[in-house]
T-cell receptor, first 112, second 114 residues
Framework: QQQVKQSPQSLIVQKGGISIINCAYE??????FPWYQQFPGKGPALLIA?????SEKKEGRFTISFNKSAKQFSLHIMDSQPGDSATYFC???????????FGTGTSLTVIP | DTEVTQTPKHLVMGMTNKKSLKCEQH?????MYWYKQKAKKPPELMFV???????INESVPSRFSPECPNSSLLNLHLHALQPEDSALYLC?????????????FGSGTRLTVV
């Protein structure tokens, strides 16, 4: 079954707006939560990541919010730009083993 | 060098052909991965190499055969593929098998089986 649930499947945001993508998980053994950005025809690129001992991490316009008790985490893109239009995948890794479980992806379109 | 380089970028092969995909990294990463990605889907793990040894094989059909000749190079040998194997094949690497800093992905090989 899907270990990491991601929503929405697609998202359209006006330029300058805030894009929010949500992920939820069940396995409390997950200890590392990255977000990947993928442009068409390219491989995913690590955007930002968080560990469960912090509730928020910010890098430039990108912020991860993490709610350990609710087992949810989300990506916020502030001042969204057309160049942010891409597919975003959340992921989670178990403390043991080196396999990442990916969410189903969110296709973001930022309209000028 | 902070890249994972995959060649070729595009490959069209017949169902009776034998071909190989190549992946190279010079970041000193000791774990390397093959993923398969279908359109509008997340990457699916195929194989994991840790310190040049195969550590995970996600029940991939034998028509896919991985090889890790050294710590910088990863190959995926393809034989007798089916049209449903058409996909983007991604190579990734991580500093250690624990992947504490995530993966670095290559740009992929777009494979079409005809």
């Amino acid at each position: 079954q899907q270990q990491v649930k991601q929503s929405p499947q697609s998202l359209i945001v006006q330029k300058g707006g805030i894009s929010i993508i949500n992920c939820a998980y069940e396995n409390t053994a997950f200890d590392y939560f990255p977000w990947y950005q993928q442009f068409p025809g390219k491989g995913p690129a690590l955007l930002i990541a968080i560990r469960p001992d912090v509730s928020e991490k910010k890098e430039g316009r990108f912020t991860i919010s993490f709610n350990k008790s609710a087992k949810q985490f989300s990506l916020h893109i502030m001042d969204s730009q057309p160049g942010d239009s891409a597919t975003y995948f959340c992921a989670a890794r178990k403390g043991t083993g080196n396999q990442f479980y990916f969410g189903t992806g969110t296709s973001l379109t930022v309209i000028p | 060098d902070t890249e994972v380089t995959q060649t070729p970028k595009h490959l069209v092969m017949g169902m009776t052909n034998k071909k190989s995909l190549k992946c190279e990294q010079h970041m000193g990463h000791r774990a390397m991965y093959w993923y398969k990605q279908k359109a509008k889907k997340p990457p699916e793990l195929m194989f994991v190499y840790s310190y040049e040894k195969l550590s995970i094989n996600e029940s991939v059909p034998s028509r896919f055969s991985p090889e890790c000749p050294n710590s910088s190079l990863l190959n995926l040998h393809l034989h007798a593929l089916q049209p449903e194997d058409s996909a983007l094949y991604l190579c990734a690497s991580s500093l250690t098998p624990a992947a504490n800093y995530g993966y670095t992905f290559g740009s992929g090989t777009r494979l079409t089986v005809v």
